[in-house]
């Protein structure tokens, strides 16, 4: 019998499902919306067939799906797999762990959704194995994840990796977490997007709009372009937030001196010409030469696919015992 | 024959020396200035006589120092024992490790004072065994160690903890690492006292002055004085340092998570009164329920041996092999 691995990427806008073999090879994906509206049950009805889906598409009859790992926002409670309160997808106290596994009938994982892209990234992302990595993404949200010695931390509640709640701009704009000026607040797509919006308030920022076809929502995508095409306040803008990506890296380069930083995320993917050779400049000279020492500062080379690999990637510990893996864990 | 164990706090302007047993309590202790215009050979010599002399106060026939522990001031080439480019000491390449070995005719481990502070803390100040400590020493300068699952965490060449230079104010008075607005160049004890000094200077400060007996550098200790008599400008200056104090403990509770977070250094100790209550409350307010659960915020219980204590710590770790003890690195 051959063992296939079903991940689940499940975010606030769009959910992603993969079938892989144990070599970590993804043999067929689906992406469908969220509607997180439909509330968790419909969610969890829809995941569960898309994987029951994938499976019959890809198994042969010497193949069995046998482990299921699924990404969420935080905050979770873990190993529980329970969603505590997730203000991205509007969920209290979803047991997602119990529910999918009674669905599926397979035993299941649940860890949060940027704990898996880091592990994604440190597994599949690199060559050799870095002992630290620090992964940062930059999409509607800023969020990330700590790998230290080689292992996801967590923190001591599982709280630990809320890099867009570091404070970068004190007199900043408010953040949904109640302070001023966090790099989320300040560097996200949804930040960006109201940075926009706030110029044309002001009678500014016509070369953006009209990048965007004058269509109402502009988004970070046609703030790049127009930097790209000599946008005068759309490089501003681009500028600002390499500024605070640059902030917020440094201080972690300072105290945490990881081995490598990784940037995911719809943002930092898009963006990747205009910031990875801005930031690399901007954070080797405002750290400590010592913790600048073969620094590397990297966009991911995994893409969207980068939380499907973590979920793999956990996958393959799982199945590979004896490594810390949570066998043991039962739903 | 009974073990004993010699730890030496190395710092800028003092020396602290100390014989402990292998149960971690200190038998005799010395204090001496650290004169470091002598250069490193002199402090080297007199490190090695004081250990010497305690050695002989200390020791009855059936006893003997089994294990130097030197704490100093990074950044430090760990486990070499290299200074590699002390500011506080103004020491370049020194080979302490090696020296000291040599003179006292033992092995030597040398750390990071800011490491073993946290490992101190954590052996000898806390009750049980958390998962993880921040440690964050408020003295001349703002530095800190991290106890991630058990262990020191040095990050990748070394140079973890450097919290003093996360920027907490952008357009902040520019620090000695370079950049604006550090923690250390804000709430260090050499930043108050250059508050005070700038207050002074615009014809303010006059009540902060008055508790120093119109001594010419005011320290810390006299704005502390101050605030407790009701003086609104040291009141003031306090209610900055709480601010910088808990943006920076927030930043790291929400992306380290940490179980404990303990405080030490003169500002630290001698402002406890001050500092503590309100920056418990500040912090709390800032960060993630999630990150906020069983969150504990300290001023450690001991005092200026908190080092020493992480030197004994060290050499007790070193002693029982086999728990990833440093006892197979040779000079």
């Keep these: 019998m051959r063992k296939l691995i079903a991940a689940v990427d499940l975010g606030a806008s769009k959910i992603l499902t993969g079938v892989a073999t144990a070599q970590g090879q993804i043999l067929m994906r689906e992406k469908f919306p969220t509607l997180k509206e439909n509330g968790p049950d419909d969610i969890m009805d829809r ?29 979770l409670s873990y190993p529980e797999g329970i969603v505590i309160g997730s203000p991205n997808l509007a969920w209290e106290s979803v047991h997602l762990k119990y529910e999918l596994s009674k669905r599926l009938n397979r035993r299941v994982i649940v860890d949060k959704d940027t704990n898996l892209a880091a592990l994604g990234e440190y597994y599949f992302g690199q060559q050799g194995q870095p002992d630290s990595l620090l992964y940062i993404t930059v999409s509607t949200g800023v969020g990330g994840g700590l790998i230290l010695d080689k292992q996801i931390w967590r923190g001591h509640t599982g709280g630990a990796g809320e890099i867009g709640h570091m404070q970068v701009e004190p007199q900043g704009r408010l953040c949904n977490c109640g302070r001023h000026g966090c790099l989320e607040a300040l560097a996200s797509g949804t930040a960006i997007s109201r940075t926009v919006k706030e110029l044309l308030q002001q009678g500014k920022g016509i070369g953006i709009l009209t990048m965007g076809n004058d269509k109402k929502d502009i988004t970070a995508r046609e703030v ?31 105290i945490i001196n990881p081995e490598i930083v990784v940037l995911g995320g719809g943002v930092a993917l898009g963006w990747r010409d205009l910031l990875l050779e801005a930031l690399n400049i901007y954070v080797k000279r405002e750290v400590f030469t010592l913790n600048a020492e073969n620094l590397k500062i990297e966009i ?3 893409g969207e696919d980068i939380v499907l690999y973590g979920c793999i990637a956990t996958a393959l510990r799982w199945m590979c015992q004896g490594d810390g893996s949570p066998d043991n864990v039962q739903v």
Excluded at 54 to 63: F, K
Excluded at 239 to 254: D, H, P
Aim: proline share 5%; aromatic share 4%; with cysteine.
């Design 224 to 254: 790049g372009e127009a930097a790209r095409q000599g946008d005068y306040e759309a490089q501003m803008i681009v500028s600002k937030v390499i500024q605070y990506l640059g902030t917020a890296v440094a201080n972690l380069v300072n």
């Design 300 to 302: 991911t080379k995994l």
């Design 47 to 75: 995941i569960s067939a898309s994987i029951s889906k994938l499976s019959v598409l890809c198994c042969n009859p010497d193949e069995q799906i046998v482990r299921v790992v699924v990404a969420t926002p935080g905050p």
